[in-house]
């Protein structure tokens, strides 16, 4: 479960598209890099603007679009045109991917010593 220190509600007072909810998220968990996953226009429009209004220093983010919102598979050629970082059939896959970075890396460490 996620500690509630971590949420971000309406009593915030901040929402998507707002960069600062981004911002207020990424502070409070502590992250020194992130990839924002989202189904929505309003996701990729929060990570736009983070990324336009965030200073030099700030926890860089990317963005990965799933097709499992309302409009599934049709939003591809969408997120793309969006320049989306990545574009994924589903969260799982995305998880998937970086599970297998994360083990690749390893490997690659281990054969470097």
């Known amino acids: 479960m996620i ?3 971590h949420w971000l509600t309406d009593d915030d007072g901040i929402r998507k598209p707002d960069p600062r909810a981004l ?5 409070r968990i502590g992250a020194r890099r992130a990839i924002y996953i989202g189904d ?3 996701d990729l429009d929060t990570v736009k603007n983070y990324c ?4 030099s220093g700030y926890p860089r983010v990317l963005f990965c679009a799933v097709l499992t919102g309302p409009v599934g598979e049709r939003n591809r050629s969408f997120f793309m045109e969006r320049s ?3 574009v994924a059939p589903n969260v799982n ?3 998937d991917y970086m599970r297998a970075v ?3 890396q390893t490997v690659v ?4 010593r």
Do not use: G, K
Not at 23 to 27: F, I
Not at 52 to 55: C, G, K, L, Q, S
Not at 109 to 112: D, G, I, L, W, Y
């Open 3 to 5: 500690p509630e220190r």
């Open 84 to 86: 989306a970082d990545m």
């Open 102 to 104: 994360r083990e690749w």
């Open 93 to 95: 896959f995305v998880l």
């Open 109 to 112: 460490a281990r054969s470097e």
């Open 40 to 42: 929505a226009v309003d």
């Open 23 to 27: 911002w207020l998220v990424l502070d």
């Open 52 to 55: 336009e209004w965030a200073p």
